[in-house]
């Protein structure tokens, strides 16, 4: 499975919007709207806010404490997660 995530951080950071990503994912399901791959991508979602530490990316990265045009995209690529953004690639 190879999904490309784009994140929106113009108004919130990657934490807020990977939880937003999460929560929107979660929402089509139990409304029946959803199909294997939503599934899976609040799964991984769920696993990415679990398991990584975001509030220290954040802290470390400026491009994600949200506030920016720039284009972030998390790359779920099997079991890698990948954060693409300004000629750089966060392996999570």
Do not use: N, W
């Amino acid at each position: 499975m190879l999904e490309k995530v784009e994140l929106d951080l113009s108004r919130h950071c990657v934490l807020t919007e990977i939880r937003r990503q999460q929560e929107r994912a979660v929402a089509l399901a139990l409304k029946g709207r959803a199909d294997e791959k939503v599934f899976e991508r609040a799964e991984v979602l769920k696993e990415i806010l679990e398991s990584v530490d975001l509030k220290s990316l954040r802290g470390k990265y400026p491009q994600l404490q949200g506030g920016t045009e720039e284009r972030i995209t998390l790359v779920l690529e099997g079991e890698k997660r990948t954060l693409r953004f300004s000629d750089m690639e966060l392996v999570l």
